[in-house]
T-cell receptor, first 114, second 114 residues
Framework: GDSVTQMEGPVTLSEEAFLTINCTYT??????LFWYVQYPGEGLQLLLK?????DKGSNKGFEATYRKETTSFHLEKGSVQVSDSAVYFC?????????????FGKGTHLIIQP | DVKVTQSSRYLVKRTGEKVFLECVQD?????MFWYRQDPGLGLRLIYF???????EKGDIPEGYSVSREKKERFSLILESASTNQTSMYLC?????????????FGDGTRLSIL
């Protein structure tokens, strides 16, 4: 079945550092890929998405590129802020067209220190 | 903006009780989902529904049932609560079937079974 693998952390960085959170996936067909963010005490919010190979999703300074050849969707940000501290989830949705749910990675806890 | 509202942020119940978790969305979405979130396990799909009165089992349906009598409301039912059902429960909705459409999440219900 489908699966998503991401570094779990916690990942601790200083403010203004460069961020990479790795995400790789296993899926049949051509899935859509998502990054969600969960701030403390809240639900998940969509951060960005990509629906086909070589697409780049971007939002709030975060970027991720859909790499079919390496089955990866790594999240990057050039300069993180304390307010970026949260748990980040990589997820995929199969291309089957049905109403199946998302397959999530286990989440990466990011801590940004001032 | 899509609003997914879960009726309780925190809930404490006793072993053996019948527990109802309610979720309402205000955007006329066809698909709705229930996940549970546990440390080290990420999010796992319990049940989903692609339309009124429709329901499908997800990855971990045992011990749960659902009800979708109206399009905007999707209820998760714990028939006889057990301590291993202590968890964070997240509801989500999506406009319609299609892997490239993101899901929109509520803020979650943290359920404790004593």
């Amino acid at each position: 079945g489908d699966s998503v693998t991401q570094m779990e952390g916690p990942v601790t960085l200083s403010e203004e550092a460069f961020l990479t959170i790795n995400c790789t996936y296993t899926a049949t067909g051509y899935p859509s890929l998502f990054w969600y963010v969960q701030y403390p005490g809240e639900g998940l919010q969509l951060l960005l998405k990509a629906t086909k190979a070589d697409d780049k999703g971007s939002n709030k300074g975060f970027e991720a590129t859909y790499r079919k050849e390496t089955t990866s969707f790594h999240l990057e940000k050039g300069s993180v802020q304390v307010s970026d501290s949260a748990v980040y989830f990589c997820a995929l949705s199969s291309s089957g067209g049905g109403a199946d749910g998302l397959t999530f990675g286990k989440g990466t806890h990011l801590i940004i220190q001032p | 903006d899509v609003k997914v509202t879960q009726s309780s942020r925190y809930l404490v119940k006793r072993t053996g009780e019948k527990v109802f978790l309610e979720c309402v969305q205000d955007m006329d979405h066809e698909n709705m989902f229930w996940y549970r979130q546990d440390p080290g396990l990420g999010l796992r799909l319990i049940y989903f529904s692609y339309d009124v009165k429709m329901k499908e089992k997800g990855d971990i349906p045992e011990g749960y049932s659902v009800s979708r009598e109206k399009k905007e409301r999707f209820s998760l039912i714990l028939e006889s609560a057990s301590t291993n059902q202590t968890s964070m429960y997240l509801c989500a909705s999506r406009p319609q079937a299609g892997g490239n459409q993101p899901q929109h999440f509520g803020d979650g219900t943290r359920l404790s079974i004593l």
